[in-house]
């Protein structure tokens, strides 16, 4: 019996390139590797990159949690290309989440 080994998209040669133009695309790291979670290869991580696959591929409100660790994390502190640090006005009809945060100060 042969056991056929399935290799994820994210443990590719292509999703380390794809991760590799990060800088080329200014878009943050941390952008780029949620695309590369829900991505199942090349084509569909170019699709989110170009805003193409939500809805099929992933939702817009799962990259949002991926990327800011389901709001521990202010979107705007990541950017996406042209859309900048607005990116998920550009991705999403959606409002923001609300992010519950309190002061320690408080």
């Known amino acids: 019996m042969t056991h056929q080994v399935t290799i994820s ?3 590719t040669d292509e999703a380390a390139e794809f991760l590799a133009s990060a800088d080329r ?3 943050s790291k941390e952008i780029m590797e949620a ?5 199942r290869d090349l084509r569909e991580a170019e699709e989110l990159w170009n805003g193409d696959g939500f809805g099929r ?3 817009p ?7 800011t660790g389901n709001g521990g994390r202010d979107p705007t502190d990541f ?5 900048g640090r607005d ?10 989440p609300e992010v519950s945060r309190t ?3 408080s």
């Not at 409100?61 to 991926?66: A, V």
Request: glycine letters at 2%; hydrophobic letters at 45%; a negative charge.
């Open 9 to 11: 998209f994210c443990e």
């Open 25 to 27: 695309r200014e878009t």
């Open 35 to 39: 695309i590369v979670f829900f991505a």
């Open 57 to 59: 591929i992933c939702n």
């Open 61 to 67: 409100s799962d990259l949002w949690e991926n990327v």
């Open 79 to 83: 950017c996406w290309g042209a859309a």
């Open 87 to 96: 990116w998920w006005k550009h991705i999403s009809d959606e409002s923001l």
């Open 103 to 105: 002061s320690h100060y």
